[in-house]
């Protein structure tokens, strides 16, 4: 809830609150918190909802989905998807091809020469490991490309810095950098900017929060890759409504935010 991203995805879903015949409840723990969110999930399915719209942060959340379908509870994953489980259907961003596009611009970029260190949200939230596993699928095959070292950044900004100042003086050939979560970009910056070193180390990161917005006018970020949060909140639930209505299938191709929602902000 102390997200920017996860405002905006909040404001879109009570934006479609307004314009439709429907009661949004929008909860979530304070930062990004699986064993909560999974509580409250659980706290969803037993208050009989219409229906879920729910972040499948991690594998625990399959069973939890499952269980409110089998209790006829449809459910659309959102950001972060379950395709393994009985979740009607997803919306948000291609997160493997976020990384394989961070990825061939970077490659592009640095003309196939750079030495990178890569700053994740979460080791083990979905999101962020396809968004690294894109990233590296892409430049495992570059001669020139090589990772020396990725951390977690708990998607916490002053964890971010703590992790790329460390990073940064462990490994000072590092000229890439590229962080996965939205934080992860202004944690970077200001690790890079306390060893003088901001204007020799390419960065990309994810979102175009305003922060983040700022510090690529200023150059101080090269790439951002950029998704549309409120237009996610806006259309799960324009998509749950037509769900219950069953103007929509069962199982669904998923709404995936990938030419049309993700882009690539210079």
Same mark, same amino acid.
């Given at each position: 809830?102390?997200? $920017?991203?996860?405002?905006?995805?909040?404001?879109?879903?009570?934006?479609?609150?307004?314009?439709?015949?429907?009661?949004?409840? +929008?909860?979530?723990?304070?930062?990004?918190?699986?064993?909560?969110?999974?509580?409250?999930?659980?706290?969803?399915?037993?208050?009989?909802? %219409?229906?879920?719209?729910?972040?499948?942060?991690?594998?625990?959340?399959?069973?939890? @989905?499952?269980?409110?379908?089998?209790?006829?509870?449809?459910?659309? =994953?959102?950001?972060? $998807?379950?395709?393994?489980?009985?979740? =009607?259907?997803?919306?948000? =961003?291609?997160?493997?091809?976020?990384?394989? @596009?961070?990825?061939?611009?970077?490659?592009? %970029?640095?003309?196939?020469?750079?030495?990178?260190?890569?700053? =994740?949200?979460?080791?083990?939230?979905?999101?962020?490991?396809?968004?690294?596993?894109?990233?590296?699928?892409?430049?495992? $095959?570059?001669?020139?490309?090589?990772?020396?070292?990725?951390?977690?950044?708990?998607?916490?900004?002053?964890?971010?810095?703590?992790?790329? /100042?460390?990073?940064?003086?462990?490994?000072?050939? @590092? %000229?890439?950098? +590229?962080?996965?979560?939205?934080? $992860?970009?202004?944690?970077?910056?200001?690790?890079?900017?306390?060893?003088?070193?901001?204007?020799?180390? +390419?960065?990309?990161?994810?979102?175009?929060?305003?922060?983040?917005?700022?510090?690529?006018?200023?150059?101080?970020?090269?790439?951002?890759?950029?998704?549309?949060?409120?237009?996610?909140? +806006?259309?799960? @639930?324009?998509?749950?409504? %037509?769900?219950?209505?069953?103007?929509?299938?069962?199982?669904?191709?998923? /709404?995936?935010?990938?030419?049309?929602?993700?882009?690539?902000?210079?």
């Amino acid at each position: 809830m102390d997200h $920017d991203y996860w405002r905006l995805v909040g404001e879109g879903a009570k934006d479609a609150e307004k314009k439709y015949d429907v009661f949004v409840e +929008y909860e979530g723990p304070r930062r990004s918190n699986p064993e909560e969110q999974l509580k409250l999930l659980d706290q969803a399915i037993k208050a009989k909802v %219409d229906g879920i719209i729910v972040q499948a942060l991690t594998e625990d959340f399959l069973p939890m @989905i499952n269980k409110a379908v089998n209790q006829g509870i449809p459910v659309i =994953t959102i950001d972060t $998807d379950a395709p393994e489980s009985l979740r =009607t259907t997803y919306i948000g =961003t291609d997160n493997y091809l976020a990384g394989q @596009i961070a990825g061939k611009t970077l490659v592009e %970029d640095k003309k196939g020469q750079a030495t990178v260190g890569i700053i =994740t949200g979460s080791f083990t939230n979905a999101h962020h490991q396809l968004r690294v596993e894109g990233f590296k699928n892409v430049v495992a $095959d570059i001669e020139g490309v090589e990772i020396v070292e990725i951390e977690e950044s708990n998607i916490t900004q002053v964890i971010a810095e703590e992790k790329t /100042y460390e990073m940064l003086k462990n490994h000072p050939e @590092i %000229d890439a950098l +590229y962080g996965t979560s939205a934080l $992860d970009g202004i944690g970077m910056v200001h690790a890079a900017e306390s060893l003088n070193r901001s204007s020799s180390i +390419y960065m990309i990161s994810f979102d175009t929060l305003p922060e983040n917005m700022e510090l690529l006018e200023q150059g101080k970020v090269d790439v951002l890759i950029g998704q549309k949060p409120y237009e996610m909140g +806006y259309r799960s @639930i324009e998509l749950m409504l %037509d769900i219950v209505k069953g103007a929509f299938g069962r199982r669904s191709q998923p /709404y995936r935010c990938n030419s049309s929602f993700t882009e690539e902000l210079r």
